[in-house]
């Protein structure tokens, strides 16, 4: 009985999704976005990871920009599938920043598991959509 209930509001369960984590990624990237090209260059070094050595501050503004003005997006359900697949691979790079030569256990629980959750959720919003609540819907 529970779970029927609860399947008839998916579009609601996915409109809480979006506003908590639209809402955290606005907090956490807009000061990165503000802070300006220094900021930027640390940030885009992380690339490095994938082999990509060149303009780490354009990486950078891009990170910060995808957090910052993608949880905004988010929130409001336009260019949902995109910037999903765009916060995935900025949460997968920051996995492969953050583990950095260490795939042991407590460097999962000290450092990387969060933005490994978080690339994994944003590639599955990506297949289920925005839901019915908002401005991109299916």
Do not use: Q
Not at 11 to 19: H, I, T, Y
Not at 75 to 83: A, Q
């Amino acid at each position: 009985m529970l779970l029927k209930f609860l399947g008839k509001y998916r579009d609601v369960g996915l409109l809480m999704l979006r506003l908590g984590l639209g809402a955290a990624f606005m907090i956490h990237g807009l000061p990165k976005l503000g802070a300006g090209p220094k900021t930027w260059h640390g940030l885009g070094e992380a690339m490095g990871n994938l082999g990509i050595h060149f303009w780490p501050t354009f990486w950078g503004f891009m990170a910060a920009a995808a957090e910052g003005i993608g949880g905004l997006l988010l929130i409001l359900g336009v260019f949902y599938r995109p910037i999903c697949l765009v916060l995935a691979f900025s949460m997968t790079v920051a996995t492969l920043s953050l583990a950095h030569n260490s795939w042991t256990l407590e460097a999962f629980n000290k450092g990387y598991s969060r933005p490994l959750e978080l690339a994994v959720v944003f590639f599955g919003l990506a297949f289920v959509g925005p839901g019915r609540f908002s401005i991109d819907k299916d």
